[in-house]
């Protein structure tokens, strides 16, 4: 009996239509488009303007465009998976709201919080229930509306992040193509370094906070640049070790798009050649959970079936990891 593996079978994403330049951000903070290029390699973010919607319209409008381009039935759907950092709500899941909305009435879903590196977590979750057998088709979705969490008078941070949202459909597969290995870490070591410091348990909304803006994501830059650095690295080295590939046998590095100096660094020790490395960060910079998706959307062209993808991840808390996947369609 072969045993089944789980499979990316299905792409989708979505990103808003209000773009925020670097000589946009010259006019609000203290930077430059030379500045912001050279050190990030973002050249422009895209931004959900309307107040009143969150993250759910983008998650929403990411599964559509999935489940328009692969026809699949969304009551066929067993589970959604939302990786996201920015819930509509800080009780209600989001997911839930997306399962219903997209017509997954068969579903259950929920939230999955692991900052940066959420829809590499979710993808692995994905790919137990179903190697399990539990479930045949599992929606992971990674959206984020950082623009909500950011304060634009500082330039440490509002010159990072965008908005957007991607989702892949995962199901089982008898080739031995999908989800082949994986190495997740975590340290609480960097519970400070990247963080949103007031609105949880430890410091409930108060006037106070919401003066202080401690409402908004605060990063100590250069600590958080040296972890994902190294560990994004030496992550995706070792995964590539322990299933014996070498750098002509991985055809595409997927990495999280924080800054295009880590993921070189990540390339560099993986010894590939710069068009194995696939970027898109210059048009939407860091948006978060939905980096990883928003990158399979915008090359899924250039897949072929079988070919060897290594995807690497890092985020606050401090959560990082690399997930060695064959990919399982010509498009």
Excluded at 27 to 46: A, C, F, H, L, P
């Amino acid at each position: 009996m072969i045993k089944n593996s789980a499979a990316i079978t299905a792409v989708g994403a979505y990103v808003p239509e209000d773009r925020l330049t670097n000589q946009m951000l010259e006019k609000m903070v203290d930077t430059n488009d030379e500045w912001i290029t050279s050190r990030t390699g973002i050249k422009e973010r895209r931004i959900l303007n309307d107040p009143e919607k969150g993250t759910s319209f983008m998650a929403i409008k990411a599964a559509e465009n999935l489940l328009q381009k692969s026809g699949v039935d969304p009551t066929e759907i067993d589970l959604v998976i939302l990786a996201t950092v920015t819930p509509d709500l800080p009780v209600a899941a989001t997911a839930v709201y997306v399962a219903t909305q997209i017509g997954a009435t068969n579903a259950f879903a929920y939230d999955l919080q692991a900052a940066c590196s959420g829809f590499l977590y979710g993808m692995s979750t994905a790919a137990a229930y179903i190697e399990a057998g539990r479930y045949k088709k599992v929606l992971v979705i990674g959206a984020d509306k950082m623009s909500s969490i950011i304060d634009y008078t500082d330039r440490t941070t509002c010159i990072i992040f965008g908005d957007g949202a991607g989702a892949v459909l995962f199901e089982p597969n008898a080739e031995g193509l999908g989800l082949q290995d994986e190495l997740l870490r975590s340290d609480g070591v960097g519970r400070h370094s990247l963080k949103i410091a007031a609105g949880g348990s430890l410091m409930p909304p108060t006037e106070v906070t919401v003066a202080q803006k401690l409402h908004f994501v605060q990063q100590d830059g250069k600590t958080v640049f040296k972890f994902a650095v190294s560990n994004m690295a030496d992550v995706s080295e070792a995964i590539m070790k322990r299933n014996n590939l070498t750098n002509e046998d991985v055809n595409w590095l997927v990495a999280h798009q924080a800054n295009q100096r880590i993921v070189s660094a990540t390339a560099n020790r993986m010894n590939l050649e710069d068009e194995k490395v696939l970027m898109n960060i210059e048009r939407y910079g860091n948006t978060t959970s939905a980096t990883l998706p928003l990158l399979l959307s915008d090359f899924e062209h250039k897949f072929k079936k079988g070919d060897n993808i290594v995807f690497a991840t890092f985020g606050g808390g401090f959560t990082w990891g690399s997930i060695y996947l064959k990919w399982a369609y010509n498009s």
